[in-house]
Each structure stands twice: as structure tokens, then as C-alpha cells.
């Protein structure tokens, strides 16, 4: 035994003992993220290490999480976030483990869906807006702070739960922001809606030349006052009343209209009933269609000759059968004061105007009834160029009694030169010889001689009188003047002489002394069929 220790220590062989088989002795599992979100996943891997801290090849890896509930592993180590925690991840390799934590976090907002996306209120009414934040599968997240804001708190406002106010009309965006993703809806804010319309004074009885100024009130559907709003009038007869854009109404002439008001296209209305202004009437109504522009120069005109003649005439009763006066007027059954002017704007060849005196009175044939035709291709123009309310006044100048056949009735003409035709009225003599140099004393005035019938006999000469409006030809500022208020004196109208205008005539270097460039009036004056007296009675004369 001896000898045998010694070999065994001294012999030369290399017995060094075999390194033990590494053995799977420590599994580490690593993720590629340690916290996920809800509903997303992440990686996670094993590494085995032997007894002396080597690496060391691993099979079959078993995975698995401590909590279901918070997170799942599958069999290739992707971990999906169940909900919100912490769960282990664990791999199992035969009879050894490692683990690790996994945190799971709220998903994030993706999304925010506002609704409704665009409601319409009205002034003064609120809607509940509702925002819904999802997630990146369109889910529904709850518990998520929201924020909101309205881009014009002028118009609406939002409060901290969104809740909207309707301010003011027009449209506005409100968003809901959460975790810097945002939602809109586009609130639209219309007016409280008008329901009714009132006009005060409901009913108006108005002599003709005064004033009323009306009211509109508009009131929703609980009769509180809307304010704010436009409102539109409207006369259903400007020949009898006539209404501004602000509601006031001017009676023009006798009769009955309707003054109508519209707010949103609800509406309401006023009764209107003129009577004729003391003194002497002129009443225009209208057979066709005629501009705002149109009637307003002709109202005026009515209104300026009224001012001249002041003498109320008796009132004549009228029954006419339609056609009577010209073709196209009616037929009437009244009584009339004091003079009746039927205007008609139509086509008319050759003439700018055309009046016709279609009925005068038996005592003193003075008109009664009357026609006067503008010609419409005229209208526009002779506005734009400046004569057109000259024209007007003119053409109803004819119509009170400025005609050679009512001052013949009345002897008051001088036709004995052709010539020479002459006004014989002794106070417009009297007013010639105020305004015209050169003339003997007693003159009778001048009367047109150069031009076709209805325009000789029947105007001023214009040689003598140019500028005076009732010549042939008409400047912009044309004037009424005390000779034409004289000859409608001498025809037996009571008058203000007051109301004619300084005219100098042309020896006066123009009209008022102002040199203006005048139209002819291309016109035709014809009538009357006969008379009517202060008993109806017709008194036809011979054509």
C-alpha cells in the first residue's frame, strides 16, 4: 500500500479531474418595455446562465404572468396589457423560472368624438355637448379630463362640463381637448324667431299733405320683443299714402291703403284713410306700372301746383263708363274733388308726354277729369338727365287748366293773328309787364306760334319766355312763376301768388339768371269730350 501511495505520486500521467457539465442553473427574463399601456404589448425574452454564471443555451421556454387579469403572455413571450397593474412574467425552463414585473398603464386617448357635431339653438337657449374619448380601436376611455373652449364667446359660450350658450347669431367652434387629442362641434346660433308683428297706430285717418309715423314691434312666440331686427314697409296704394323706410307714412290723396310691415317675413299692418286736404285736390291714380322714381316727381308736382291754387272747387259727381276719358281708364261712380288725374306709362311714338283734359265743368271749364301718358322709353332718361320733374310739373300744368281750349270757353285768347296767338287774362297781362321789358302797356301775353298743334296756343312763347316751365321746352330748374300763377287766377282759380318763383325771363341771361340746357317737350294736349255738372249732368261736345 505503501509503495503504492508512492506511485500513485509520483507517477507521470495526466489524471486531472473532467470540469463538471454545465448545468441550467438561473433564467433572467428582460422585456422590451416594462410598462405598456392597456390593450398594447411588448416583448419579453429569457436568457439562461449555468452554475458558474455562463451563458447557456435554453429549449423550450413556458410562459406565463402572475395576473391574468392585468396582463397575458403567449408561448412566444409577447405580453399584452389587460388592465391597469402589475403582473409577473414568468419562464419556466424545465424545472427552473425567472420573472420579472410588468406594469400596465390607462390607454391613451387616440380620439375625441363631440356631439351633437353641429345643433342650431337660438339666442339665449344652451345644448349639452357630450365628449367621448377613445382609444386607438375606437373604444370608450373613461375618467379622462376634458377641456373645453369656444372660439368666439361672442357668439357662444362653454362651460367647464359643456354646457353651451347661444350669445349672439352666427356660427362658432367648440372644441374638447383630452390628453392633446381634441373633438369640435360647430354650434350655428340663429335669431330668436319672429312670431307676430304689430303696427301702432293700427288704424290711421290722415288729411292728404300731413304725416304719421308708424311703429313696427316684433315679438316671438311668447310675445317678448325681438329687437334688432330690419324692418321693411310697404303701401299697398302710393297714390293715396305713401311710407319711408322708417315707417312714416304721407297722405298724397283721399282714399284708403294698407301700410304693411315685414320682420323675417312675418308681418303686420296698419289701415290708413286720407281725406282730401281743405282747398283744392288733385287725386293721381295709376293705370300701369310706374317707378318709385316716377311717382315721387309726380306726387311733388301734384303737391307744388296745390300750393298754387288754394280755392277749394265744388265737388262734381262723376259716373263715367270705362273708356270714357282715354282708352284703358276705368269706369267710375263718384264724386270727385276736385280734379282726378288718371297717369298711364306706356309707349308712345314721337311724344314724351300726352295730356288730355278729358272732362271739365259746365261753370267756368275748368278740368275735372284728366289723362296723362308718359312715355316709358323717356322715364329713366329723363330722370338721369335732370328735366324729368320739370316734364311732370309741366304735363300737370296742362292737366289744372293751362289749355288754349279752356281759355277760349273762358275769352281769354286772341287767335285773330295766327301768327301772333295771344293770352288776354288781365292779370297775366299785368304779370307780363312785371317781368318783360319792351312791351307796350296792356300787352297781351304771347302765347307759342312755331311748332305742331298741341304746342302752339298752348304754352308760353318761348322766344319771350324761355326757362318758365309751362314754354315747350324744359331746363332742370325751369320755374312756376307769378305769370303762369296769374293766368289760373284769371282762369278763376283763387290762388297764392306767393308760391310763384322770381323769373327774369330772356332778358334775364337764363332761368333765375343761371344759364341750363333745355329739352323740347315733345307732347300732345288734347280734349275735353265734355262737361259735368255740379249735378252729374254730361254735356258732350262735338269732336
Known amino acids: 500500500m505503501g509503495c503504492l501511495g508512492v506511485l500513485v505520486s509520483c507517477g507521470g500521467g495526466s489524471d486531472t479531474p473532467a470540469a463538471p457539465t454545465p448545468v441550467l442553473t438561473t433564467v433572467n427574463v428582460t422585456l422590451a418595455s416594462s410598462t405598456i399601456a392597456a390593450g398594447s404589448s411588448t416583448s419579453a425574452t429569457a436568457a439562461g446562465l449555468d452554475q458558474n454564471g455562463a451563458a447557456i443555451s435554453i429549449g423550450m421556454v413556458a410562459w406565463s404572468t402572475g395576473t391574468p387579469t392585468v396582463a397575458t403572455v403567449n408561448a412566444s413571450g409577447l405580453i399584452s396589457g389587460v388592465a391597469v397593474g402589475q403582473s409577473t412574467v414568468i419562464a419556466t425552463v424545465g424545472s427552473k423560472q425567472g420573472q420579472t414585473t410588468v406594469t400596465v398603464t390607462p390607454p391613451p386617448v387616440a380620439s375625441v368624438n363631440v356631439t351633437p357635431a353641429s345643433p342650431t339653438l337660438v339666442v339665449g337657449t344652451t345644448q349639452q355637448l357630450t365628449a367621448a374619448t377613445l382609444d386607438g380601436s375606437g373604444a370608450a376611455l373613461t375618467g379622462r379630463v376634458v377641456t373645453w373652449t369656444s372660439s368666439d364667446t361672442a357668439k357662444v359660450t362653454v362651460s367647464i362640463t359643456g354646457l353651451v350658450t347661444a350669445v349672439a347669431a352666427g356660427s362658432t367652434t367648440i372644441t374638447a381637448t383630452s390628453e392633446g387629442k381634441a373633438g369640435t362641434s360647430l354650434v350655428t346660433v340663429i335669431p330668436i324667431p319672429v312670431a307676430t308683428v304689430s303696427v301702432t297706430p293700427a288704424a290711421v285717418t290722415l288729411t292728404a299733405g300731413l304725416t304719421q309715423q308708424l311703429t313696427a314691434t316684433a315679438l316671438d312666440a311668447n310675445g317678448n320683443v325681438v329687437t334688432g331686427r330690419t324692418v321693411s314697409w310697404q303701401s299697398s296704394n302710393p297714390s293715396v299714402v305713401t311710407v319711408s323706410s322708417s315707417g312714416l307714412g304721407t297722405a298724397v290723396a283721399s282714399g284708403s291703403a294698407t301700410i304693411t310691415a315685414t320682420v323675417d317675413s312675418k308681418q303686420g299692418s296698419a289701415s290708413v284713410t286720407v281725406s282730401a286736404a281743405p282747398g283744392y285736390n288733385i287725386e293721381v291714380r295709376y293705370l300701369s306700372d310706374a317707378s318709385p322714381r316716377l311717382r315721387s316727381s309726380i306726387n311733388a308736382a301734384a303737391a307744388r301746383w296745390q300750393s298754387v291754387i288754394t280755392g277749394d272747387l265744388p265737388n262734381i259727381p262723376v259716373s263715367l263708363g270705362q273708356g270714357q276719358c282715354l282708352a284703358g281708364a276705368p269706369a267710375i261712380n263718384e264724386l270727385i274733388d276736385d ?142 312763376s307769378i305769370l303762369t300763377v296769374s293766368a289760373l ?55
Open 339 to 480: 280734379l282726378l288725374i288718371y297717369v298711364d306709362v306706356v309707349p308712345l311714338s314721337g311724344f314724351s308726354g300726352f295730356t288730355t283734359v278729358c272732362w271739365v265743368r259746365s261753370n267756368g271749364s275748368l278740368p275735372v277729369v284728366a289723362h296723362i301718358q308718359i312715355n316709358s322709353a323717356d322715364v329713366d332718361r329723363m330722370f338721369v338727365e335732370g328735366w324729368g320733374d320739370n316734364l311732370v310739373l309741366h304735363e300737370l300744368g296742362h292737366a289744372v287748366g293751362f289749355l288754349d281750349f279752356i281759355w277760349t270757353r273762358q275769352q281769354l285768347t286772341d287767335f285773330t293773328d295766327p301768327a301772333n296767338p295771344l293770352f288776354t287774362g288781365p292779370l297775366a297781362k299785368s304779370a307780363f309787364q312785371a317781368l318783360i321789358d319792351g312791351y307796350p302797356p296792356g300787352s297781351a301775353v304771347p302765347l307759342e306760334n312755331v311748332g305742331p298743334p298741341g304746342t302752339t296756343r298752348t304754352h308760353w312763347r318761348r322766344s319771350i319766355f324761355d326757362g318758365e316751365v309751362m314754354t315747350h321746352f324744359v331746363y332742370p330748374n325751369s320755374v312756376l
Open 489 to 543: 287766377q284769371d282762369l278763376g282759380f283763387q290762388v297764392n301768388r306767393s308760391a310763384a318763383r322770381p323769373f327774369r325771363g330772356r332778358s334775364g341771361a337764363g332761368v333765375d339768371g343761371v344759364a341750363a340746357v333745355g329739352v323740347e317737350v315733345s307732347e300732345h294736349v288734347a280734349g275735353p269730350f265734355g262737361s259735368i255738372d255740379t249735378r252729374g249732368v254730361i254735356v258732350r261736345y262735338r269732336q
